[in-house]
């Protein structure tokens, strides 16, 4: 008779996403997963796969937990600006010191290596484009960008932005990042 699993999947999942996006995939030994997670090899094998595969299901897990729901606000009817500076202020004030963006960490420290975080990437930077893009077209809807605003351009350049805000969040240096996202919504709204 197969042994049944005696924890919940998903905290699991997200106690091990912890662990990787404090210590990144490389400093994460599975000695250190067994420990953090307080079960067995046999168990996190069984269940999960090795630790690259348990690795991808973090960031999946990330993607759909973090990611894709903080972007949904820009994708609604009435998106503007104020939806752009409420998701701007949120990534300040949800983000312990020294971890900024598990999704980041992973494509600096992966990407070459790791098509499935190329992949993974991709699609979250894509998905951020896109809703940034959603709510400047919005903004120009609601004049609060001139009707000739370049919505491309500007949407690539919040994506530049807001990889330079969780870079310094990952560095634990939410003092340098709060007086800018002032001055970025203020350049937002002068153009």
Not at 86 to 109: H, N, R
Request: aromatic share 8%.
């Amino acid at each position: 008779m197969a042994r049944q699993c005696c924890f919940d999947r998903e905290e699991v999942l997200e106690k091990a996403m912890g662990l990787f996006w404090q210590r990144g995939f490389e400093a994460t030994s599975v000695a250190n997963l067994v420990e953090h997670l307080g079960i067995n090899r046999f168990s996190l094998y069984n269940s999960f796969g090795d630790k690259h595969q348990l690795y991808h299901l973090c960031l999946k897990h990330y993607q759909e937990t973090y990611a894709k729901p903080r972007l949904q606000p820009l994708l609604t009817n009435n998106a503007g600006l104020k939806e752009i500076e409420t998701l701007l202020a949120q990534m300040c004030q949800e983000v312990e010191p020294g971890y900024g963006c598990f999704l980041q960490s992973a494509l600096l420290e992966r990407r070459q290596l790791d098509q499935q975080v190329a992949a993974l990437s991709d699609q979250v930077f894509d998905g951020l484009f896109a809703a940034l893009k959603h709510s400047l077209e919005g903004a120009k809807l609601q004049q609060d960008l001139s009707a000739d605003a370049d919505t491309d351009l500007l949407a690539h350049w919040l994506v530049l932005q807001i990889q330079g805000i969780r870079a310094l969040l990952r560095a634990g240096q939410p003092d340098r990042v709060t007086p800018a996202l002032t001055q970025i919504v203020t350049f937002l709204r002068s153009q």
